[in-house]
């Protein structure tokens, strides 16, 4: 059975950090996961974060600076450092990974920034 699970979200003052973290399962590694993706409410899922083919990591302008993303492979788990969340950031978060052509997703977790 595949699966990635997101977990780490939560309510956040503006200005505060919270770290997501992707588990990867079955058939699925950790080096599959490609990226971290969100989804706000009334708007399309976009991709935050990236890893690139060479092992670095590719941002959206909007996260450049404030989120890493990251891997442990001997744990199976992909990471989201997040810094300095804004009101902006609300959204709920996806992993997503591929394998072989097919695509898989997370079921998100929720990261709701307000004061």
């Known amino acids: 059975q595949v699966q990635l699970v997101e977990s780490g979200g939560g309510l956040v003052q503006p200005g505060g950090s919270l770290r997501l973290t992707c588990e990867a399962s079955?058939?699925?590694?950790?080096?599959?996961?490609e990226a971290w993706y969100r989804q706000a409410p009334g708007k399309d899922r976009e991709v935050v974060a990236r890893?690139?083919?060479?092992?670095?990591?590719n941002y959206d302008d909007s996260v450049k600076g404030r989120f890493f993303i990251s891997r442990d492979s001997a744990k199976n788990l992909v990471y989201l450092q997040m810094n300095s969340l804004s009101p902006e950031d609300t959204a709920v978060y996806y992993c997503?990974?591929?394998?072989?052509?097919?695509?898989?997703w997370g079921q998100g977790t929720q990261v709701t920034v307000s004061s």
């Open positions: 997503f990974a591929r394998r072989f052509g097919a695509v898989y």
């Open positions: 079955g058939i699925i590694r950790s080096f599959n996961v």
């Open positions: 890893f690139t083919p060479a092992g670095s990591a």
